[in-house]
C-alpha cells in the first residue's frame, strides 16, 4: 500500500509536492522558501522526506525480494528452475 504524503507537521493528507499543509503554512508562517523556514520545521520536513523516500524504496523491494524470484524465473523461462539462490 502507498504511503500517502502527509503534512510534515500536523501530519494530514496532502499533495506530494507540499512539504506543509496550508493551515500550518500560515500558522507558522512557511510560506516562503524552504530555506527561509525556522530549523524545527526543516527538520521535520526532513523527516517526512525521509519516511516518503523509505516507502518508494520498499516498493522497489519488494519487486526484487527472493520470494518474487520464482515468479520472475516463470516469467523469464516459462518454469521455476531447482537453483538455490539462497545457498
Ligand atoms: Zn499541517
Not at 520545521?41 to 516498493?59: G, I, S
Request: aromatic share 10%; charged share 30%.
Amino acid at each position: 500500500m502507498e504511503r500517502a504524503a502527509r503534512c510534515c507537521i500536523c501530519g494530514s493528507r496532502i499533495t506530494a509536492r507540499f512539504w506543509a499543509c496550508a493551515a500550518c503554512e500560515a500558522a507558522y508562517h512557511l510560506t516562503g522558501l524552504f530555506a527561509a523556514w525556522p530549523d524545527w520545521a526543516k527538520a521535520l520536513k526532513a523527516n517526512e522526506q525521509r519516511e516518503r523516500r523509505r516507502a518508494a524504496n520498499w516498493r522497489e523491494y519488494t519487486i526484487v525480494s527472493l520470494d518474487a524470484c520464482p515468479e520472475a524465473e516463470r516469467l523469464a523461462y516459462g518454469d521455476a528452475n531447482d537453483d538455490s539462490l539462497a545457498g
